[in-house]
């Protein structure tokens, strides 16, 4: 699909994620078979839960039809949320991930692993694990020397709230 057609996509769509409170976050039109699967990625403050989904699904789909956006051919539509490791590559996306741990590419060479403690308009505040038994250090990395970011999934991350309960924690 031309990137003429996505922006109208964009521009159809967009108002429709926001007037439920979230960011329309990709747009992605692929084949698959006989078929098209339209892709409509969206994100908001404190997530996107299945419901949310549907109804901007139904919505979507409505939108779609009643403008002929997708013409005539058949489509499947798709109304997700981002991945759990999904690239940061917005002021938002570090905001939202505020606690998470983090994968970070530094312009000037090398990774670093960090929880993200806090975000400004400059950069991030990060909480580098220690190693060999070693605390945790505070770091700042400014937004321009990161050249990449993405979260990190966590199996064995204990609630936030035993964090500091000592009996919580396994022998």
Request: aromatic share 2%; with cysteine; charged share 30%.
């Amino acid at each position: 699909m031309s990137t003429t057609q996505i922006d109208r996509l964009r521009e159809l769509l967009e108002p429709l994620a926001a007037g439920r409170g979230m960011d329309l976050e990709d747009v992605s039109v692929t084949p698959a078979g006989r078929r098209r699967v339209l892709r409509v990625v969206v994100d908001a403050d404190g997530g996107v839960g299945l419901e949310a989904c549907a109804e901007l699904s139904r919505s979507v789909s409505a939108a779609l039809d009643q403008a002929d956006a997708m013409g005539g051919a058949p489509y499947t539509l798709e109304v997700t949320s981002p991945g759990a490791e999904r690239a940061l590559t917005e002021h938002r996306h570090y905001r939202r991930s505020v606690g998470r741990l983090l994968r970070l590419r530094l312009r000037e060479g090398g990774e670093l692993t960090a929880r993200l403690t806090g975000v400004d308009d400059k950069g991030l505040d990060l909480s580098v694990p220690g190693e060999k038994g070693r605390g945790p250090t505070a770091r700042r990395v400014a937004f321009e020397d990161v050249a990449a970011a993405r979260v990190e999934v966590e199996f064995s991350r204990r609630p936030a709230a035993d964090a500091g309960d000592e009996s919580a924690k396994e022998a």
